[in-house]
């Protein structure tokens, strides 16, 4: 069954960096896109980024753009998410999230990540 | 940016019920490109109308999409109490992806 699993999350300091992984199990991790979502405490959910199955075609959403940069490596089956100069308002859980179908660009997400939690505080 | 606005922000209503959630888009959803999730407390969002109107993947059948251009809707058609969640709408037809703030469905 399809499994993505993240990590890496924690507390770090405004201007901070971290660094988040998911690991992805189940599937034919080389044939999807892939996206990081994140959702802040009480609110609603962000996308924040998208990676297509070859790594060639990367988007991320204007709120992270310059600070946040997306990767993956498909002989692992891990997505990244390098996070540099954080704010308090990057706290969130963060998902990953691995698109429907096999389309070189967006789809629906069809499995989520059970997220891990990125606070930024002082 | 695509801005998708969910209406009621609360619906109230009875196991049995028919409930219907709204989400406008403040411009056209490129080929009907729009997707429907449910989050409950504590746990991912779980993915239930992909492309408007087709099903996800073991959703069953109660729960129903429909729309295009700007207007889309989510029918369930008899409440069970497990569906009783936070509803979220997700465009995802132009380069910025985004979702709607969510309909919370709560028991009456």
Not at chain 1, 94 to 101: E, S
Not at chain 2, 10 to 29: D, H
Not at chain 2, 35 to 51: C, D, M, S, V
């Amino acid at each position: 069954q399809v499994q993505l699993l993240e990590s890496g999350g924690g507390v770090v300091q405004p201007g901070g960096s971290l660094r988040l992984s998911c690991s992805a199990s189940g599937f034919t991790f080389s044939s999807f896109g892939m996206h990081w979502v994140r959702q802040a405490p009480g609110k609603g959910l962000e996308w924040v980024a998208f990676i297509s199955y070859d790594g060639s075609n990367k988007n991320h959403a204007d709120s992270v753009k310059g600070r946040f940069t997306i990767s993956r490596d498909n002989s692992k089956n891990t997505l990244d998410l390098q996070m540099n100069s954080l704010r308090p308002e990057d706290t969130a859980v963060y998902y990953c999230a691995k698109n429907r179908g096999y389309n070189y660009g967006y789809d629906a997400f069809d499995y989520w990540g059970q997220g891990t939690l990125v606070t930024v505080s002082s | 940016e695509i801005v998708l606005t969910q209406s009621p922000g609360t619906l109230s209503l009875s196991p049995g019920e028919r409930a219907t959630l709204s989400c406008w888009a403040s411009q056209s959803v490129s080929y009907s490109y729009l997707a429907w999730y449910q989050q409950k407390p504590g746990q991912a969002p779980r993915l239930l109308i992909y492309g408007a109107s087709s099903r996800a993947t073991g959703i069953p059948d109660r729960f129903s999409g429909s729309g295009s251009g700007t207007d889309f809707t989510l029918t369930i058609s008899r409440l069970e109490p497990e569906d009783f969640a936070v509803y979220y709408c997700q465009q995802y037809g132009s380069s910025t992806i985004t979702f709607g703030q969510g309909t919370r469905l709560e028991i009456k």
